[in-house]
């Protein structure tokens, strides 16, 4: 059933206990509310083990002083600075691609090429950057702003500069500049090896050279997410992989459509954008059994303090469809909020179905099954074009995770759509995409 050459691709993305709102509650959870070095690098080795392509760590920068009732029941948000661990991963791991989340609104271009390139070397080629533009009023406090927010379209604009201004650092020396000191001549490199910046645009301003070789990559891969008209569109101009949310097999087809169509305006083909939809997955021997630790799960949901749309639902009763409010459109999340709201009014949904249908899957599509069951799902979504493979999000971990390793990945291996080794020794060559060539050298 698959195309020919075409592999599924899939990203392991793990929070603490697991990415339902519960999971830190199950009777066999022990770790306490302090990060954990062991927990992240036994968890990055069991995704290289399994072969996955990426190991992804989100990072929701900054907390709001103000503490409320529901954020008492939400551990999830409580981990290292991704930089610092995915450079300890580094050292731990040989193939798997590391990807970290990096907001361009509380950073400079030169520091973050510098990080980039410092742990795509560190990595062997391995490096990643899922690019946010996102401005939470709370991350902002954090950082002392206080001035009104940029609007949603110009944030990504911002976002942007800001990347175009980071790969003109990352240009800034040939591929070669210091592979050939000439120790007679005393000559360490070739000055016409360097490329100094003048970077001048709306939002930013880079003078300079990198302080560092070009990274092993070229650039490191980059990576979005947003549902958005301006995160489809951003995607198509500058992703490579793209977080993206669907939760039924049409909408996925449309989104999927939707944004592949976009590429050719930018002189981009298909191959050159991956788009990876969430998989909220609990995979067991039979169906029975992996909808019985749903249920579990489901059994130990708050649904007392739930917010949707700046409106405190806590007073209104959970089993009843969601009240006919004047919900206010987030800044952050317009994409995801958008289809929630359609969702609860398309299907009538009560608070409490809407928190289970969206809130413990983050609003992708649910995986509950055996291997078959789910097995089939994926194939089917990646067939039909709904997907170019999943990131993986598991309600319960390590042990969710590990099911799926066991039970579903030799499944798609056997199926012939997933990779049995890795295909390169960078993230770039696994992934079938080609490294960026240094425009100035071009030139000469």
């Known amino acids: 059933m698959a195309a020919k050459n075409r592999q599924l691709v899939l990203n392991a993305f793990f929070q603490r206990f697991g990415h339902h709102p519960a999971a830190w509650l199950l009777p066999d959870s022990r770790d306490n509310g302090r990060p954990s070095l062991e927990w992240y690098l036994r968890a990055a080795k069991l995704a290289e083990e399994a072969k996955f392509h990426l190991f992804f760590l989100a990072d929701f920068i900054g907390r709001s002083g103000t503490i409320k009732p529901g954020d008492t029941r939400n551990p999830v948000s409580y ?19 590391l990807v970290v989340t990096l907001n361009t609104n509380f950073n400079y271009p030169y520091n973050v090429a510098r990080l980039f390139t410092s742990l795509d070397h560190l990595s062997g080629g391995r490096a990643a950057w899922n690019v946010v533009p996102q401005w939470p009023t709370h991350t902002a406090e954090n950082f002392g702003l206080t001035e009104n927010p940029p609007p949603h379209p110009e944030r990504y604009q911002r976002a942007g500069e800001f990347l175009a201004a980071t790969k003109a650092l990352w240009d800034s020396w040939d591929d070669n500049a210091f592979d050939h000191p000439d120790r007679q001549k005393r000559q360490f490199f070739d000055p016409a090896s360097a490329h100094p910046v003048d970077f001048q645009g709306r939002y930013y301003a880079v003078r300079g050279l990198l302080d560092l070789p070009r990274p092993i990559q070229g650039y490191p891969v980059i990576v979005q997410a947003g549902n958005s008209e301006e995160g489809r569109e951003f995607a198509a101009q500058i992703a490579e992989l793209q977080y993206c949310a669907a939760q039924t097999l049409e909408e996925a087809k449309v989104y999927y459509a939707d944004v592949k169509q976009r590429l050719a305006k930018y002189g981009r083909e298909d191959h050159e954008l991956n788009l ?5 997955v609990i ?5 029975a059994k992996a909808q019985d630790q749903f249920g579990a799960l489901s059994e130990l949901t708050d649904v007392g303090h739930v917010e949707f749309g700046n409106q405190d639902l806590s007073g209104h009763d959970p089993d009843k469809p969601l009240p006919d409010l004047p919900y206010q459109e987030p800044e952050n999340g317009k994409g995801r909020f958008r289809q929630q709201l359609a969702l609860a009014k398309k299907e009538n949904l009560t608070i409490r179905q809407l928190v289970h249908r969206w809130r413990v899957s983050r609003g992708h599509v649910q995986a509950i099954g055996s291997v078959k069951t789910v097995a089939d799902l994926i194939e089917q979504w990646f067939v039909e074009k709904g997907a170019d493979g999943f990131n993986v999000v598991p309600p319960i971990l390590p042990s969710g995770f590990e ?3 066991r039970l579903v990945v030799p499944e798609l291996q056997r199926r012939g759509i997933f990779h049995t080794e890795y295909e390169g020794k960078t993230l770039r060559e696994s992934l079938g995409l080609k490294r960026p060539e240094n425009p100035n050298t071009r030139k000469r």
């Open 79 to 97: 981990q290292f600075e991704p930089f610092t661990l995915q450079s300890v991963i580094a050292a731990h791991t040989r193939n798997i691609g």
């Open 276 to 280: 990876t939809p969430g998989l909220s």
């Open 283 to 287: 995979v067991a021997e039979s169906d």
């Open 403 to 405: 099911d799926f390793a």
